[in-house]
T-cell receptor, first 116, second 113 residues
Framework: DVKVTQSSRYLVKRTGEKVFLECVQD?????MFWYRQDPGLGLRLIYF???????EKGDIPEGYSVSREKKERFSLILESASTNQTSMYLC???????????????FGPGTRLLVL | KQEVTQIPAALSVPEGENLVLNCSFT??????LQWFRQDPGKGLTSLLL?????REQTSGRLNASLDKSSGRSTLYIAASQPGDSATYLC????????????FGTGTLLAVQP
């Protein structure tokens, strides 16, 4: 069975803290993605990666960075958390070589982050 | 810029009814379209993926159709059950090199027992 796991279901952080969100997939997928989901705005792509050490900006990368040192792990980093980064964060992965990828995106359970 | 719209935003039906959820997109140059289900506070579960060359896909009581020229997709749910209650999202992937999905804001479905 396909499995994407995220390190935390709920997180509470203070403004200015550095925050790490971890995502691990066990399907040997090349592509991994980070989204945030907000009411009325839907899911928006923050960053994605199509290979180890490769990354590309999505639609809303400001205030975020990512790291992909191993194929199965994709980390989202909030360098200095702000209240407007309170959101639901979803990680996904999909198969396919290069920057494409043919297949279905599989999602993790999400991390609900509250920044105070 | 691709925009994806889902109408209605919310829908309530009695158990057993057949129903249709709508998804429209502004740019017909898509690579594929995917329908997802999301339960409250959870991640997304993929239901059906339709490649741009396909017209429809079926899985159990679900049938998704795609009309690229008109920029529309529908998700048909037959004989709805209370367990179908969830938010349904459609997402389009553009042609080209990137694997980005553009999501609609979803339809919240409630099936009343």
């Amino acid at each position: 069975d396909v499995k994407v796991t995220q390190s935390s279901r709920y997180l509470v952080k203070r403004t200015g803290e550095k925050v790490f969100l971890e995502c691990v997939q066990d399907m040997d997928h090349e592509n991994m993605f980070w989204y945030r989901q907000d009411p009325g705005l839907g899911l928006r792509l923050i960053y994605f990666s199509y290979d180890v050490k490769m990354k590309e900006k999505g639609d809303i990368p400001e205030g975020y960075s990512v790291s992909r040192e191993k194929k199965e792990r994709f980390s989202l980093i909030l360098e200095s958390a702000s209240t407007n980064q309170t959101s639901m964060y979803l990680c996904a992965s999909s198969s396919g070589a290069g920057t494409g990828g043919q297949g279905t995106q599989y999602f993790g359970p999400g991390t609900r982050l509250l920044v105070l | 810029k691709q925009e994806v719209t889902q109408i209605p935003a919310a829908l309530s039906v009695p158990e057993g009814e057949n129903l249709v959820l709508n998804c429209s997109f502004t740019d017909s140059a898509i690579y594929n379209l995917q329908w997802f289900r999301q339960d409250p506070g959870k991640g997304l579960t993929s239901l059906l993926l339709i490649q741009s060359s396909q017209r429809e896909q079926t899985s159990g009581r679900l049938n998704a159709s795609l009309d690229k020229s008109s920029g529309r997709s529908t998700l048909y749910i037959a004989a709805s059950q209370p367990g179908d209650s969830a938010t349904y999202l459609c997402a389009v992937r553009h042609g080209g090199a990137t694997n980005k999905l553009i999501f609609g804001t979803g339809t919240l479905l409630a099936v009343q027992p």
